[in-house]
């Protein structure tokens, strides 16, 4: 790759880095002029595509990718999220399987894995893998946060309230932790616990919807 597609390319890793997946689509075309079977480059137009919420065209992308190169984890799990965002969450389940089969270590593909099994409904395995993200990253907060939505829902309250409490403590400013614990209180029947939460969520985000919205039910 010469100097000028090198750099071409890096505009477009650093446009989806910000945000910016139209602008790396077009730089993406004048790469493909040369290079039409890259599959590295079709993996960044998956990408670019899924951020615009195209996630059937960004299967496509995967599947030509993995047509071309099998090998590495980071294909398998991107087709895995395409899947995923079209809740087609069995066959997601699949693609990270194969991602975590080339790169065990991948703590990408297994907090996918884990929300994959929450959408299916398999709890307790969402939550083995939780655990495993956790054990390196123990300040990782989307996967405490979802920990405790799987926690809530096997009706282990509890240990969902604690582990929302915990993300508090690492951002005080969560509003989504503040928001599940006062939801967590009301699953259980506690409405004066669960009123407190929404009030400290509205605290955190006066234009919190759904807080709104809950605060107005238990006061009705």
Same mark, same amino acid.
């Given at each position: 790759?010469?100097?000028?597609?090198?750099?071409? *390319?890096?505009?477009?890793? !650093?446009?989806?880095?910000?945000?910016?997946?139209? /602008?790396?689509?077009?730089?993406?075309?004048?790469?493909?002029?040369?290079?039409? #079977?890259?599959?590295?480059?079709?993996?960044?137009? &998956?990408?670019?595509?899924?951020?615009? &919420? @195209?996630?059937?065209?960004?299967?496509?992308?995967? @599947?030509?990718?993995?047509?071309? $190169?099998?090998?590495?984890?980071?294909?398998?799990?991107? /087709?895995?999220?395409?899947?995923?965002?079209?809740?087609?969450?069995?066959?997601?389940?699949?693609?990270?399987?194969?991602?975590?089969?080339?790169?065990?270590?991948?703590?990408? *593909?297994?907090?996918?894995?884990?929300?994959?099994?929450?959408?299916? &409904?398999?709890?307790?395995? =969402?939550?083995?893998?939780?655990?495993?993200?956790?054990?390196?990253?123990? #300040?990782?907060?989307?996967?405490? %946060?979802?920990? &405790?939505?799987?926690? =809530?829902?096997?009706?282990?309250?509890?240990?969902?309230?604690?582990?929302? %409490?915990?993300? %508090?403590?690492?951002?005080?400013?969560?509003? $989504?932790?503040?928001?599940?614990?006062?939801?967590?209180?009301?699953?259980?029947?506690?409405?004066?616990?669960? =009123?407190?939460?929404?009030? !400290?969520?509205? =605290?955190?985000?006066?234009?919190?919807?759904?807080?709104?919205?809950?605060?107005?039910?238990? /006061?009705?």
């Amino acid at each position: 790759m010469n100097t000028r597609k090198a750099y071409t *390319a890096a505009t477009v890793i !650093r446009d989806i880095q910000r945000g910016r997946p139209e /602008k790396a689509l077009k730089s993406l075309e004048k790469l493909f002029r040369d290079s039409p #079977d890259n599959p590295a480059l079709w993996n960044l137009k &998956g990408i670019a595509l899924g951020m615009l &919420g @195209e996630h059937e065209e960004s299967l496509g992308c995967y @599947e030509r990718v993995l047509a071309s $190169d099998p090998s590495p984890a980071v294909y398998w799990n991107n /087709k895995g999220l395409a899947l995923q965002n079209l809740e087609r969450y069995a066959e997601a389940e699949k693609m990270y399987l194969q991602a975590l089969e080339r790169e065990p270590e991948s703590l990408e *593909a297994r907090y996918n894995l884990a929300n994959t099994l929450q959408s299916l &409904g398999r709890y307790e395995e =969402a939550l083995t893998y939780y655990e495993k993200v956790l054990d390196f990253r123990p #300040d990782h907060i989307l996967t405490m %946060l979802n920990m &405790g939505n799987a926690l =809530a829902a096997l009706k282990q309250y509890d240990r969902a309230i604690a582990t929302y %409490l915990e993300i %508090l403590e690492i951002c005080p400013e969560y509003p $989504d932790a503040a928001y599940n614990i006062g939801h967590t209180y009301e699953e259980q029947g506690n409405q004066i616990q669960a =009123a407190d939460w929404y009030r !400290r969520t509205l =605290a955190i985000d006066p234009n919190y919807h759904h807080a709104k919205e809950q605060l107005t039910q238990l /006061k009705g």
